[in-house]
């Protein structure tokens, strides 16, 4: 039987293009792996294949949810499995691209994670803490409890810190203990995984930069207007994610747009390098590329390296 193939990397990294020629060298489905392409209408600002990009190559959890809904990684976990499933017993190869950490984590590996309950006392205090004092307030209080796992989270990621800190104090132990407990837990799915990112960390930012450049010019604020119109809490899970955050601001009459745009060059830029530090604590075999390199080319070794030498793609 076939074994899914995991492709991860920074965003801007070029997974997309990757994934496209994989699938059509293995007769592979794509599975996203993004925690923003989830939400349905939200698709300048999470960089979502086009149906032209697609190439007629299925995608899957993709439009999956509505943007007041708040998604957990067992949730995604649970749907994307049963994906996984179907394209493996169709024959066929399931690629798995994306850049959100947990996703991959969650469907490569069963960890057992101490239950938290979904609501309780403290976590209505520490939500209530972030609105008075601060988001970074409430990220430096888990900064000092446990300072890798605030590593990981970028400091407006309230919920994310609310969760940490929330398993901190009800088991009395960091999330980061209970991930190196378990960090050789039972795989859930077997297969090889990949992450791509350029050899120079300047081409990364550049190829940010100008990916942030044709969002705008895509119609990126426009979409983001459209999205509070129809009801999108700014502060929900959906409202906070990058691309969209950045512009409420502009929307609110207090940034011009040019500030906006520098605000979340910098916001994607600091977003990749946490990215990073997520998949290189992974068992992933990298690949590392010049900025002249193309898409077949990264296929290409990525193929090599599955079938040691010999490539559909020849």
């Not at 392409?37 to 149906?51: E, F, L, N, R, S």
């Not at 239950?115 to 309780?120: C, D, G, H, L």
């Not at 929307?251 to 060059?265: H, N, S």
Request: include cysteine; proline fraction near 5%; aromatic fraction near 8%.
């Amino acid at each position: 039987m076939k074994q899914p193939i995991f492709l991860a990397g920074p965003t801007a990294s070029g997974k997309t293009a990757v994934a496209i020629l994989l699938c059509k060298a293995l007769d592979g489905e794509v599975v996203s792996a993004d925690s923003m392409q989830i939400y349905k209408g939200m698709d300048i600002g999470t960089a979502k294949p086009t149906q032209e990009e697609m190439a007629g190559i299925p995608h899957h959890m993709i439009d999956v949810a509505d943007f007041r809904e708040t998604w957990s990684v067992e949730k995604y976990v649970e749907l994307a499995s049963a994906v996984i499933e179907d394209i493996l017993q169709r024959g066929k190869t399931p690629i798995v691209a994306g850049g959100t950490g947990q996703y991959f984590d969650g469907l490569m590996y069963k960890r057992r994670f101490a239950p938290v309950q979904e609501t309780n006392e403290i976590r209505n205090e520490l939500q209530n803490f972030a609105e008075e004092q601060g988001n970074e307030a409430l990220w430096l209080r888990l900064k000092e409890i446990d300072p890798e796992a605030a590593a990981l989270i970028h400091p407006n990621n309230v919920k994310r810190a609310v969760r940490a800190l929330e398993i901190c104090i009800l088991t009395g132990r960091p999330v980061s203990a209970h991930y190196a407990e378990t960090k050789d837990p039972e795989r859930r799915f077997t297969g090889p995984f990949f992450a791509i990112c350029p050899a120079d960390r300047a081409v990364l930012y550049r190829r940010i930069d100008k990916r942030v450049d044709i969002m705008i010019a895509n119609g990126l604020l426009e979409e983001a207007k459209a999205l509070l119109e129809a009801g999108l809490d700014p502060n929900s899970t959906a409202g906070q994610a990058i691309g969209y955050k950045e512009l409420w601001p502009v929307l609110r009459g207090e940034k011009t747009l040019e500030e906006a745009i520098e605000d979340l060059k910098q916001a994607t830029r600091h977003y990749a390098k946490r990215q990073l530090t997520w998949f290189r604590r992974m068992p992933a075999t990298w690949i590392y590329y010049e900025e002249s390199a193309g898409a077949e080319d990264l296929a290409q070794r990525i193929l090599s390296a599955i079938y040691e030498g010999s490539s559909p793609l020849a």
